[in-house]
């Protein structure tokens, strides 16, 4: 099953294209940030990153690139889901 909080941090780390960028963000140390997208690659079975080997930055894979839209959409869906529980949403 996939982990929101693993999703969230792939997120940040597509966004700023780099883990140890990733964890100031998150607020998480960077070997955090790198266990949470190795277990979901495990998860998935394929990765995410392509990581640079001489610079830290990273690059999404085809599959990284698929990824990113179903992860956007399904963390807009768990807002929408507390939003509307509390009663702060019709949907």
């Known amino acids: 099953m996939l982990n929101l909080q693993h999703l969230s941090t ?5 966004a ?6 990733a964890a100031i ?5 960077q070997s955090s940030v790198t266990t949470h997208i190795k277990n979901l690659e495990k998860e998935l079975g394929l990765e995410l990153f ?10 999404l ?4 690139q ?15 889901a ?3 529980v509390r009663g702060r949403s019709g949907g």
């Open 50 to 59: 392509e990581r640079e080997r001489f610079s830290k930055s990273v690059t």
């Open 25 to 29: 963000r998150l607020g998480y140390s």
């Open 66 to 80: 698929r990824m990113l839209r179903y992860a956007d959409r399904l963390l807009a869906l768990e807002r929408q």
């Open 16 to 21: 700023l294209k780099n883990f140890n960028q």
């Open 82 to 84: 507390h939003l509307s």
């Open 10 to 14: 792939f997120l940040t780390v597509a």
């Open 61 to 64: 894979t085809g599959a990284g």
